[in-house]
């Protein structure tokens, strides 16, 4: 069973900048993409930013230039570094993987608990 770990989150100021990461643990599996989502209030969850293994990274036009996705494959471990942070980028963050079981070699999105982001005016 792979399990992801959020951590990050919480309160900042309009023009601040916050960290998020998310580890996949467990074993027999390999992660490929990898990718953060937020969900504001009434909204529906849309793509932040996604990264592929060989570090192809995608933003959506709202945070490019503001933020930056990484990963580091040792640790099946994505962050999330977010710059300049707007009121409107206040939302429920998650990460998703995709996971591919080592023995059947079947593939699946795993998705994080989510990480509150708030952002202040």
């Known amino acids: 069973q792979v399990q992801l770990l959020e951590s990050g989150g919480g309160l900042v100021q309009a023009g601040g900048s916050l960290g998020l990461s998310c580890a996949a643990s467990?074993?027999?599996?390999?992660?490929?993409?990898m990718g953060w989502y937020r969900q504001a209030p009434g909204n529906e969850r849309e793509l932040v930013a996604s990264?592929?293994?060989?570090?192809?990274?995608d933003y959506a036009d709202s945070v490019k230039g503001r933020f930056a996705i990484s990963r580091d494959n040792a640790k099946n471990t994505v962050y999330l570094h977010m710059s300049s942070l707007k009121p409107e980028d206040t939302a429920v963050y998650y990460c998703?993987?995709?996971?591919?079981?080592?023995?059947?070699?079947?593939?699946?999105?795993?998705w994080g608990q989510g990480t509150q982001v708030t952002v202040s005016s």
């Open positions: 998703k993987a995709e996971v591919r079981l080592v023995r059947s070699l079947s593939s699946y999105n795993k």
């Open positions: 990264i592929t293994v060989g570090g192809r990274t």
């Open positions: 467990g074993s027999g599996f390999s992660i490929n993409a």
